[in-house]
């Protein structure tokens, strides 16, 4: 494997994670370049969740560095990596449904008011409406009228308006956990063209699905989990959908192996 | 008049035409509105039964329950928007207005001097407990009615326990203070109303309100967010706390002493406002203003059967029948919720 000359944006080292006694990850890690796109793969509980919850900050790992442009950065909670420009579409529960997409959008980076009622915590939520509609129709994403609530939106829209937030905030790194799950054929494809669109604009972008098309459609590399372990971390163009089948459930004789002894599979 | 085209460009998702709702069909979905409606009828009624009911002073009764209500409504409302509940309101109101009183008998100095140190006594236990119930869900782990049910208790053992049951002073300048100054209300009276306009507006259009109502509406989302539920909570439970010690000092003025059971089952009627104001119990949604008209509703009818002679132990049935009530009504309405 060609070693990138150029910092990783993003840099997972050496990431391991335990409950109790079961290890969810051991020894993971994962460079993200600006404008690539990774594909994190792998069976239900092989580790994906996990890792992108602590890559997002919302867990901390046992053991391992995270590196932001070869920064070590350690987030104590998920506002530090916003912070620093990383963004999370968690799975099916990223956004408050009895608020509206415009507060969804700004959760967390409220816009205050000027002067003496900002000071005293009141919302420019007008303000937030219009910036919010206007932020996701950058990143190709058209929402009706940004003061409905979500929970009156179906949920393909709802999905959109997660992911539109997440690229609309992102600065440098977005995780996409699932992003496609539970939408159609038209809508997966609008998720993969905005994932187009961010890696376009230098982001760099996790996605993680267990739609393996889509995976081998938009990723330049692929990152497969399998029982917490990294088992193979390759360009796209180095799978087919059976190999890549055969890499995560472990049934094609590919054996869980070092990342410098890795071959096609 | 041409229908309204679906200006949705959605990109992603159905683009589902809007349906514009008449007017008529607007405000029979609004909830606030139709408990203005209710509160109409029900004063229409008990104005025809007994002109007394119209009188002033029988309204400012009626507003001098309705404040003693509509903190512990506010409070409530907080609370309930989270997610969670807080079964200890009534108990540390009554238990900050007997610290109050003991404190209060102890001083010597100008009527007003003594009453503000009461009322910062008030607002001091109440946040105390708020304090306590912050730290039972946050460190030992308890969910809010455990926790809340822990200091419901304790507060009021303890009310109990400090005073032998019996009232604790005898403060005729107290209740001087309860006199009605504009109209039917007294300046206690216009306190709490102002109290109950501010924390709507912050409910409502302050960042805190929308971290109140985001941790309601999803947790998760709302640490993922960046937002720091715990120490939210914390806050929103003080809030409850302070207004029930606020609540506390109202007692206090009301009867001119610290008594224990003042505040006694007064959180079961608080959690009524509330959902006859049409909060879900579940968190994420609520409004003030229908809690507000949920206690006006409450303190109604209570006035209203008093002054039909209706003997005082049908309150609570009539109590239970408005939350059955109301509670049908959110049911029936169309659901704005989609899981």
């Given at each position: ?94 956004l408050a449904p009895d608020l509206s997409i415009g507060s969804n959008v700004f ?16 919302l420019d939520q007008k303000y937030m409406e219009v910036e919010a509609r206007k932020d996701l129709e950058k990143v190709g994403i058209t929402i009706p009228a940004s003061k409905r609530n979500v929970s009156q939106l179906s949920g393909g829209q709802r999905q959109a308006v997660a992911i539109g937030r997440?690229?609309a ?14 939408l159609g054929a038209r809508q997966s494809n609008e998720v993969?063209s905005v ?71 | 008049m041409s229908t309204k085209v679906a200006e949705s460009k959605t990109s992603v998702g159905n683009a589902s035409p809007e349906k514009v709702p008449t007017l008529l069909s607007r405000l029979l979905g609004n909830q606030q509105f139709l408990l203005l409606i ?166 409502h259009t ?72 049409g ?6 949604s609520?409004r003030?203003s229908g ?38 009504f959110q049911t029936l309405r169309p659901s704005k919720r989609r899981k």
């Amino acid at each position: 494997m060609s070693e990138s000359s150029a910092t990783p944006l993003y840099e997972a080292r050496n990431i391991s994670k335990s409950y109790g006694s079961v290890i969810a990850l051991s020894d993971v890690s994962l460079k993200i370049h600006a404008g690539e796109v990774i594909g994190l793969v792998g069976d239900n509980g092989a580790g994906k969740s996990t890792l992108v919850k602590i890559l997002s900050g919302v867990y901390q790992p046992d053991n391992g560095q995270l590196l932001v442009d070869g920064v070590d950065h350690s987030w104590k909670s998920p506002h530090d990596a916003m912070q620093a420009g990383v963004e999370t579409l968690y799975q099916d529960s990223g956004l408050a449904p009895d608020l509206s997409i415009g507060s969804n959008v700004f959760l967390g980076r409220e816009k205050l008011r000027p002067g003496i009622l900002g000071k005293l915590g009141f919302l420019d939520q007008k303000y937030m409406e219009v910036e919010a509609r206007k932020d996701l129709e950058k990143v190709g994403i058209t929402i009706p009228a940004s003061k409905r609530n979500v929970s009156q939106l179906s949920g393909g829209q709802r999905q959109a308006v997660a992911i539109g937030r997440a690229v609309a905030w992102a600065r440098k790194v977005i995780l996409l956990d699932e992003p496609t799950n539970h939408l159609g054929a038209r809508q997966s494809n609008e998720v993969l063209s905005v994932i187009k669109a961010a890696k376009e604009r230098g982001l760099g972008v996790v996605f993680i699905s267990h739609t393996l098309p889509h995976v081998l459609q938009v990723t330049d590399r692929i990152v497969v989990l399998r029982l917490g372990k990294v088992v193979k971390d390759a360009p796209t163009a180095e799978f087919n959908a059976e190999s890549l089948l055969g890499t995560i459930t472990g049934l094609n004789g590919a054996k869980v192996e070092d990342d410098d002894s890795e071959s096609v599979a | 008049m041409s229908t309204k085209v679906a200006e949705s460009k959605t990109s992603v998702g159905n683009a589902s035409p809007e349906k514009v709702p008449t007017l008529l069909s607007r405000l029979l979905g609004n909830q606030q509105f139709l408990l203005l409606i209710a509160f109409i009828v029900l004063v229409a009624f008990f104005t025809t039964r007994n002109s007394v009911f119209l009188s002033n002073g029988e309204f400012s009764n009626i507003f001098a329950d309705f404040a003693s209500l509509i903190l512990l409504g506010v409070a409530e409302t907080y609370v309930i928007a989270t997610g969670g509940i807080d079964l200890s309101v009534g108990a540390t109101s009554g238990f900050a207005g007997v610290v109050a009183a003991f404190a209060m008998r102890s001083m010597h100095g100008g009527e007003a001097l003594i009453l503000i140190v009461g009322f910062v006594v008030c607002v001091a236990i109440g946040a105390l407990v708020g304090v306590v119930n912050g730290i039972l869900m946050n460190y030992a782990g308890l969910v809010p009615f455990v926790a809340t049910l822990v200091t419901l208790g304790a507060a009021g053992g303890m009310s109990i326990v400090l005073t032998g049951g019996a009232p604790i002073g005898n403060d005729p300048s107290a209740i001087a203070t309860t006199i009605s100054i504009i109209g039917p209300f007294s300046w206690p009276v216009l306190v709490v109303i102002a109290i109950t306009i501010v924390a709507g507006l912050f409910l409502h259009t302050s960042r805190f309100g929308k971290y109140t109502f985001a941790i309601g509406s999803n947790e998760f989302a709302s640490r993922a967010a960046g937002i720091n539920v715990k120490r939210h909570l914390m806050k929103v439970y003080v809030l409850s706390g302070v207004l029930s010690g606020v609540t506390g000092m109202f007692f206090y003025l009301r009867l001119g002493s610290g008594a224990p059971t003042s505040g006694a089952g007064a959180e079961l009627s608080a959690i009524a406002a509330v959902v006859i104001g049409g909060a879900s119990l579940s968190g994420g949604s609520a409004r003030l203003s229908g809690t507000t008209l949920g206690a006006l509703i409450l303190t109604t009818v209570t006035s209203g059967l008093i002054i039909m002679n209706v003997q005082p132990n049908w309150n609570q049935v009539a109590v239970a029948i408005l939350i059955a009530i109301a509670a049908g009504f959110q049911t029936l309405r169309p659901s704005k919720r989609r899981k």
